[in-house]
């Protein structure tokens, strides 16, 4: 049989990483079928292209995947499948949740024709067996024998064949580059992102966060020698096609168990599987200076850190009393010391952020070592304590908000703004923290370290900024760039004419342009609003 993996776009901007689900299911597929996968942020598609594509591929089975906020995107494609007499199945976290509401069971119409619950690891291949015979179940749930919820085991980790895998969909480097890179920059012809776990579950219960409800509070890890050999595979592909491969850890918090995430990083060291990586790490983990040794030795290059708020207020209301903001900076200056940078992540619309809490929270950002910061709004996700809370309380002014997602849109009332207010807030957080004078600022903080850091930290920067900012064409490149021209002309003078010194140096034949690597941090607010 041909089986069909798709995952939605989300509707905002192209993801810059494919979803590692989809990987993970097609490695546990019984063997004897093909398995074609579809990211929608790659591979764009509405509801004709896909029943299209289905039916000329003669597909006889389609899995979806998909968050709460591209699940109305999912709807309308799984709609458009059935149409077609094709039965799909539909996992993740919000189906897991809302399984009646994909089943037509909660008096709505009805999306799927099976529903995988939970982690589908060892329901996954059930499903193919049974749609084969044309007896799809409508729930598949990871149950023990005796009906109880199994959670199932790391330890047997299917090999993912990343070797020999179509990833030409997730190629980073423009098509339009690919070409011209491969020819002045050898080794630069692709760039992907990929996701790797080494570990699933986390104890902490934050208010807002699915993540324990769903993997449940039993840590799960793969054993070090399946992790270590992934990242010499990945390594390997990425010397046979000539091009960069960079893995994202996608562990809720990769160091939850310290001891062990050492051993691992040790382990990689020892088996010379170093690659770039980022991973999750939450700020209480970051205090162990071996930790953090060992992650910079082992190629770690970002750390994300759900920061969430500078206010322990905002903290102890949402569960998250373990963050101390008192302690970010060292945490970050930790990081930095190593050239290992942080993606700093930030909630608005707390129930103690008032009008402000945006440029409160960027006036700490500027303090720090140069970072991405990121910007959301507090978002009740169904069956999250905080949904529970919000509802009991009759706060949810858009209670199925999912239904009709709308980016960057609250759900619900803060307590001490408006709804307005708080989009206010987050669009300023963005604005600031990527305008032009922001970057150049933050190029400008790295003055004494190589020029390779300080690309790395732009050009971060700048994709970074299109997560908010839409950069999807090419005309929207062309504006960026030009508005970061000071700075990227800074730069490439410093590549091709090596460093200037402060106020140009007196002896080099070519006039040094004005670099921005000395605007103030002031200046960082003074922009786009
Ligand atoms: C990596 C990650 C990201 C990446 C991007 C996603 C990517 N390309 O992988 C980044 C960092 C960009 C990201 C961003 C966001 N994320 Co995120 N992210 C994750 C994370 C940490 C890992 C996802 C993962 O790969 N898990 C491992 C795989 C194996 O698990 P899985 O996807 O759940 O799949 C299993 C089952 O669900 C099931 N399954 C899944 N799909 C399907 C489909 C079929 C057909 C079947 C049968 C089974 C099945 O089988 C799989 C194997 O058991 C999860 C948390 C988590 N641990 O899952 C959050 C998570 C998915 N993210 C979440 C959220 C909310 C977001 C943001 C909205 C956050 C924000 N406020 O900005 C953004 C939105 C991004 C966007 N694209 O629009 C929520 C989603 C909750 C929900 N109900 O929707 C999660 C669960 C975390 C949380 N805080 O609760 N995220
Ligand atoms: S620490 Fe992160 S993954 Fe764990 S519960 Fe909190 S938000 Fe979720």
Redesign the pocket.
């Known amino acids: 049989m041909k089986i069909l993996?798709y995952n939605p776009d989300?509707g905002?901007t192209r993801?810059?990483?494919?979803?590692?689900?989809m990987f993970?299911?097609k490695a546990l597929t019984p063997p004897g079928h093909e398995v074609l996968l579809i990211d929608g942020?790659a591979q764009p598609m509405d509801e004709v292209a896909i029943a299209q594509f289905v039916r000329e591929q003669g597909i006889g089975l389609v899995?979806?995947?998909a968050?709460?906020?591209?699940i109305a995107k999912a709807y309308r494609i799984a709609d458009a499948i059935r149409a077609v007499g094709v039965p799909v199945?539909?996992?993740?976290?919000?189906v897991?949740?809302l399984a009646d509401e994909a089943l037509g069971r909660d008096g709505g119409p009805r999306h799927a024709d099976a529903v995988?619950l939970?982690?589908?690891?060892e329901?996954?291949p059930l499903?193919v067996n049974d749609a084969v015979r044309g007896e799809l179940k409508e729930i598949y749930a990871p149950v023990d024998e005796a009906g109880k919820e199994r959670k199932?085991s790391l330890q047997a980790y299917p090999v993912i064949p990343w070797h020999s895998i179509n990833l030409d969909q997730f190629n980073l480097v423009p098509k339009a580059a690919t070409r011209l890179l491969n020819r002045v920059w050898e080794g630069w012809g692709t760039f992907r992102i990929i996701?790797v776990?080494s570990g699933?579950g986390c104890p902490y219960g934050c208010e807002?966060?699915?993540?324990t409800g769903?993997?449940g509070d039993s840590i799960r890890f793969r054993t070090n020698e399946s992790v270590v050999n992934e990242l010499l595979l990945l390594k390997a592909r990425a010397r046979t096609e000539k091009g960069q491969i960079a893995v994202?850890f996608?562990d809720?918090n990769f160091a939850i168990n310290v001891k062990r995430t050492k051993s691992l990083l040790r382990d990689v060291i020892a088996a010379g599987a170093q690659v770039h990586w980022v991973a999750?790490i939450s700020a209480n983990l970051l205090r162990d200076e071996e930790l953090v040794d060992l992650i910079a030795a082992s190629g770690g290059k970002w750390v994300?850190i759900g920061m969430e708020s500078i206010d322990p207020a905002n903290l102890k209301d949402v569960n998250k009393g373990f963050n101390k903001p008192g302690e970010y900076a060292a945490v970050l200056d930790r990081l930095a010391r190593r050239n290992v940078y942080a993606i700093t992540s930030f909630i608005f619309g707390m129930d103690n952020d008032t009008v402000g809490v945006a440029e409160r929270t960027l006036q700490q950002v500027r303090t720090w070592p140069p970072g991405l910061p990121?910007f959301?709004l507090l978002?009740p996700?169904?069956a999250t304590p905080l949904y529970k809370r919000l509802e009991t309380a009759g706060r949810l002014t858009r209670p199925k908000h999912w239904k009709e997602f709308i980016p960057f849109a609250m759900a619900h009332t803060p307590l001490k703004m408006t709804i307005e207010e708080a989009h206010d807030e987050v669009k300023y957080g963005w604005a600031r923290a990527y305008s032009p004078e922001a970057l150049a600022q933050a190029v400008g903080s790295l003055d004494d370290q190589p020029l390779g850091y300080r690309v790395n930290i732009f050009l971060a920067r700048l994709c970074f900024r299109g997560i908010y900012f839409p950069m999807m064409g090419r005309l929207a490149w062309v504006k960026v760039i030009a508005q970061n021209r000071r700075t990227i002309l800074g730069l490439v003078w410093e590549a091709l004419w090596g460093r200037r010194s402060r106020g140009g140096n007196p002896d080099s034949p070519h006039p040094a342009p004005a670099m921005l690597s000395s605007v103030p941090a002031e200046a960082a607010t003074e922009e786009e609003g």
Do not use: K, S, Y
């Open positions: 993996l989300n905002v993801n810059f990483m494919p979803h590692l689900w993970l299911l942020n899995g979806i995947g968050m709460t906020r591209m199945v539909m996992g993740g976290p919000h897991t949740e995988a939970g982690e589908a690891d329901t996954w499903i199932p996701p776990e699933r807002f966060c699915t993540v769903f993997f994202f996608i809720d999750q994300f990121i959301g978002t996700l169904p």
